[in-house]
């Protein structure tokens, strides 16, 4: 099934219920969204600069009140979901997995889509560490969330190819959780602790325009390939209960994936609307033109990480596949 399949098959089903009498068009619908920092969640952002919930919701007869949270780390994401505070959460495969694992039976918390391709470095201003083998007992790496972010994650997975499976934890004593702005100000000023910073997009280009700033692995690097590293997820109650709502953000996703495809300088200026970013325009524009950044909905080396967490014993349930932990309509895809 094409994406553009993915859109219309949706329509489709929000036609019928428009039109069935089963939903009150005078009611006013509510969707609550998390997003994150950072310009890997540039398809929400498009969302947001071009009201296209709210432009799918009119035409299939729906008022929708749209909310919009900024949250960071995975953590703080995930608590929001199943507390029942926000319904569409954004965040890394990591938290997805953790989420997916502890609700299944109950709220059954699985993907919607990924956000697309975007390598995440693992940054440091010690000249003496080249590898993770040279972080020392002093030193401090921030990340989003300690032992949750995919961050986090890719930090394990790194330790455990590097000091063997047992190992695998071995660094997160000396992570600590900082949102990325934070994190990125902290390894710059070298004034704090701080000596290293698993990081995102453009928080991590941001920091080594810095003299001092150098990278020591990357996440491609680490798992063996590209990776689609953030998704956005939901309960299986939200989708069952919100059948037209969840339909109408599925349509606004592909658009706005669509729109940045086709012009990914006018969702640079997308995101410097919504977000208020103080960063250069031109810098923005030369990071989501980089070959090794998409913006695709289709997971890729996912799978890889959900093997890893459950061989550590981090999640209980095995996935037979990544369909596992993504919701039927994305099924068609040839994700992994």
């Keep these: 099934m094409s994406l553009t399949t993915f859109r219309y098959a949706g329509l489709t089903l929000l036609a019928l219920a428009a039109t069935g009498g089963t939903q009150d068009a005078e009611a006013s619908e509510r969707i609550r969204i998390a997003e994150q920092f950072g310009i890997a969640y540039l398809p929400l952002q498009v ?4 009201e296209l919930i709210q432009k799918y919701a009119e035409d299939a007869g729906l008022d929708v009140d749209v909310e919009w949270r900024r949250l960071s780390g995975g953590a703080a994401v995930n608590d929001a979901l199943l507390s029942g505070s926000i319904d569409i959460a954004s965040a890394g495969v990591g938290p997805l997995l953790i989420a997916w694992d502890r609700t299944r039976g109950n709220l059954d918390v699985k993907a ?43 930090l394990q ?28 100000a902290a390894l710059i000023s070298g004034g704090t602790e701080i000596t290293g910073y698993f990081s995102s997009i453009p928080y991590q280009y941001q920091a080594l325009k810095h003299e001092g700033i150098h990278k020591v692995t990357d996440s491609y690097e680490i798992l063996g390939g590209p990776i689609t590293p953030v998704l956005v997820y939901a309960t299986d109650r939200f989708r069952t209960d919100n059948p037209e709502l969840y339909e109408v953000f599925r349509a606004a996703l592909e658009e706005a994936s669509e729109i940045i495809e086709a012009d990914r300088d006018a969702a640079v200026d997308a995101f410097l609307r919504v977000t208020g ?34 061989q550590v014993g981090a999640i209980e349930h095995r996935p037979e596949s990544w369909q596992d932990y993504f919701f039927d309509e994305a099924h068609a895809w040839e994700g992994s």
């Design 277 to 310: 970013s103080g960063l250069d325009r031109d810098f923005l524009s030369g990071l989501v033109n980089d070959p090794q950044i998409d913006f695709t909905l289709v997971p890729d080396n996912t799978y890889s990480l959900a093997e890893f967490l459950y």
């Design 47 to 50: 969302i947001q600069d071009q």
């Design 157 to 184: 997975y790194a330790a455990a190819n590097t000091f063997g499976a047992e190992e695998y934890d071995v660094l997160d004593r000396q992570t600590l959780s900082l949102p990325h702005p934070d994190a990125t």
């Design 112 to 154: 919607i889509a990924a956000l697309g391709h975007a390598p995440n470095f693992l940054l440091t201003r010690d000249p003496e560490v080249q590898s993770i083998e040279d972080f020392g007992p002093e030193d401090r790496i921030a990340l989003p969330a300690v032992g949750v972010s995919v961050q986090a994650r890719f």
